[in-house]
């Protein structure tokens, strides 16, 4: 680097120094001179090297973002809003894929921190909410937002989540006013914060009203490698298509997520039973597919796109004013967004 800085300021008749001040503080450098040395740099094809400006700036004009699996139809629209909120200012984004592996997620955090990233976001890792939580133990070199964190503590972190229960309330409640029995809540087997919550709320509400197990029920699905992936809607139409056939099917199920319950409204639909006149069908996200599904599906609105412009918001605050006092969690209720489905 010092070498393309001396060939720089030679042609531009300056001090190496005044090329430095030129691409980190183009404030401090007259305007005739900038011009003449941005035009040579622009000539060369010269490109800084960012972690050496860092050093001088203290900032690397960089964030991490961890996440499990980023085709994930939940996760894209928080990425996207972080991302459509940060880059147009300058900051670059390292995507960080780490395929529901905590071994992955450790590598991948170990060199965001030796990039010197300027803040991190984790949109539900494998460690987040697990006893294994990587970003509880100890403090790291920068903001840390954790995206649907649930459970304490936080140490020094922050948080942006979505609360699930006021909409999953809302579905339970409905169903009995409108006495939409037998009913079926249809969840991954998996041991996550969101799937275990909605076995909680719902054990805790049959109990509640004293229902019977052929009033509601709840199945679990095996073999979720990922549960909003393809094969989740496959394994999903397979349970449900059997489920369905038979003499006394459900009224109304709620799916674990849009892409569980999209391939309940496929079985549904080959087995000629309607939507939602026989069968009440919901899911969970508010994915881009609960809106283009035909009908389109309801389902519990997570906020995705509103969580992920929350935690940006937040992250450019404390970069403002690193020493003010800014919220730990910040938190939005969910709502039931009815449909064509139910």
Known sequence: MSRTLDDIARLAGVNPSTVSRTINNPEKVKLKTRQKIEAIIDEMGYRPNFFAQGLVKRQTDSVGLLTSIHANPYFMEIIEAIEHALVPDGTYMYLCNCENSADLEKKYLDELMRRKIDGLFVVETPSLNTKQN????????????LLNQHKRPYGDNYVVRCNQV??????????????????????????????????????????????????????????????????????????????????????????????????????????????????????????????????????????????????????QRIKENPDGKHDKVLSLPSFFCRRGTF
């Open 166 to 315: 006021p909409g999953i309330k809302t579905v339970f409640d409905e169903i009995r006013q409108r006495k939409l029995y037998p009913f079926v809540l249809l969840i991954p087997d998996e041991k996550s914060y969101s799937y275990l919550l909605k076995e909680s709320l719902f054990n805790k509400w049959r109990r509640q009203y004293g229902l019977a197990e052929k009033q509601a029920r709840y199945i679990k699905l095996e073999n979720f490698n990922e549960p909003n992936t393809e094969q989740s809607l496959w394994n999903s139409y397979k349970t449900s298509k059997e489920l369905l056939s038979g003499r006394s099917h459900p009224r109304a199920i709620l799916a674990g997520n849009d892409l569980m319950a999209q391939g309940i409204l496929i079985a549904a639909h080959e087995l000629g039973i309607a939507v939602p006149e026989e069968l009440s069908i919901a899911g969970v996200d508010n994915t881009f597919i609960s809106r283009i599904s035909r009908p389109a599906l309801s389902t519990i609105d997570l906020r995705m796109g509103e969580i992920g412009a929350l935690a940006a918001d937040l992250y």
């Open 134 to 145: 990587l970003y509880v133990s100890g403090k790291l070199d920068c903001p840390v937002i």
